[in-house]
């Protein structure tokens, strides 16, 4: 007996490689189709030993046509965070009680802005200040008001807690102490695959603490004191226990840095469950990129920059450690705004803090016969007085004969005018700044910005604004810069009212909003799987090494690629891809159906493993078991099939997993990584 037409199927037994085969069963395998149902190839002749089979047909193409289903309910059921199983069960009848429709119309919206350099938290619901966004703005360590504090930890020598925020920020170097900072950046994609990866210049970790940890730390503090701010700040005890909370996360991340953000968000406890039965209470956290959020902020304020439904915008969302990009048209009417993507987002590791540490290196290379002025806290004197009062004033080529001068920590050594040491001050002239601190940063953001435009042009498409986001915007120089390149392509270049907070602020509006706001996303990468099919007649010609017979005399072609989602592709928001899938199993035992996936940034479509890079992505292991269809042969004394279907749901940061069987939901989760990761 053969597998049914156009198949994936898994192998007799464990399978080896974990890849997907089209076999068929050892002899007398019982079948769980109707009778008269033929499972054979149709018009499939005889193949003889030693000859290339003839062309398949045009059903059995590698690529299977795939269906769309409509958008998932928010309330969907079945999703698990363990890598070692799922949560497999009958599924439900839909709930559509008016009490459930109440609790999701008055629930609580946070959004949280964890950055490279600086951290905020925003909040809102329908229910209090007209629906409006709140931000808190009142943080330990200071009177004063901030609408971000500094995303930094001091730990004691044990690894304990002992500051964050303002207060890490500001505290003075004390013995035994680690303060650390500028970690988000350890999970960013290269990093994630390869430790080697690490940017040497960046601070080293506390001892004992691996990334996921620091952050776990940071989202635990933020977090704890951010609910009894919000209930402070709107006079009532707020429902945080259900409450939606929205994640940001920078373009340029793979899945699986945002996995490890989920992780530690879970962790740290932003989401939990509220009440007995809460099953689906870690979907109440929302995974957004940067420059999404930032664009649903940009959108809502199309009077401040005359734009209208149908014209494109690039969000340039420039922070501490990335600087992201993303391409939106306008849909819809002004009263009800939508935006679609409109090409692949973009970004890289050449945020504000790499002036700052470019700036590090030239004091140290200027001070290099001084060591005095070289130590720990005098290097981070400078740089303190650099990065909150230089750096975003600085304005170029206008600059140049201008001094700036840096007091210096010590008062020791406080003279030699080679190097521009004049009476305890560092004086380090403009020209110098830009040509070494500014220009080198400055010209990868633009760049990006370049690689934007032009694959736009090649699209025919044009350019109506481009909004400058984030606390790298603030810098005069990049303003400047930006303007003087694309000024005469780009009808408008301007920084929204409130550019710093733009990313917190679009997450909270998108919570509240209740409906998706950002229509449809592009595909920044290829979603694939490694399978073995039957071998076709290209096959044959190309890699007849790949080319082996199955246990029931089918050839098969191994090696082979399926795409399940193309890079570039354009999704609805939510939208869900499925493919048909039909395991064999030797026993009632053997329930375990294992699928292993890889992504690709090859816009090329390649037919085989070995035509380009492909990255794995992760390893889904899904129970069959409690499928109807399962259970019903289970019984047989043979081995058997069963058939089913995978479903592939791509948002703008996250990729969930669906098993279906006859287009009902068994079981939902959110793509999870190796624990070795974390």
Known sequence: MHPPNGLYTQQPGPPPNMEMSFQGPPPGASSPFPPGF???????????????????????????????????????TGFSTTNSSSNFYSPPPQATSSDALALDEGRMSVAIDFGTTFSGVAFGSSRIAAGQVQQILNWPGSHETFRKIPTCLLYDASGEVLAWGLEAKNASAIPGTVKCEWFKLFLEPKVLRDESAIDPRLPQLPYGKRPIDVIIDFLTCLWDYAKVQITHQIGAVADLNSANVWLTVPAAWDVKGCEVMREAAITAGLVQSSRPGDTTWRERLRIITEPEAAAVHCADLTDVHHLTPSQTFIVVDAGGGTVDLAVYKLIGVLSRLEIAEMAARSGANCGSIFLDLRFKELVKMLLQDHPVHLEPASLAYFMHTFSEQDKLEYNGASDDDVMFHFTCFNVEDPNDHSVGLFDGQLSIPGNLLRREVFD?????????????????TQQNLSVDALLLVGGFAGCEYLKQRVSEQFGGRVRVIARPPDADTATLRGAAKYGLAKRPLVSSIIAPRAYL??????????????????????????????????????????????????????????TPQDTTFVATFYTSNSPQVMRYSDEGETTELCKWSVDLGKLPTFQQNANSTQGFYTEFDLGLELDSAEVRGILLYQGQEWGRWVILLPSFLF
Not at 442 to 451: F, S
Not at 551 to 564: D, H, K, M, V
């Open 38 to 76: 033929n499972p054979s190839f149709p018009n499939q002749p005889p193949w003889q030993a030693g000859s290339p089979p003839a062309p398949a047909p045009a059903h059995m193409s590698p690529f299977p046509p795939t269906q769309t289903l409509p958008p998932l309910s928010p309330n969907a």
């Open 529 to 586: 799987m490694k399978v073995k099919l039957p071998a076709e007649q290209q096959d044959w010609m190309m890699r007849p090494a790949y080319v082996t017979n199955s246990p029931s005399g089918t050839a098969i072609c191994e090696n082979r690629l399926q795409y399940l989602i193309q890079k570039g592709a354009i999704l609805r928001r939510g939208q869900r891809v499925v493919t048909r899938f039909c395991k064999y199993s030797a």
């Open 440 to 456: 080198p940063v400055i010209a990868q953001v633009l760049q990006l910005i370049e690689d934007q435009v032009g694959l736009l």
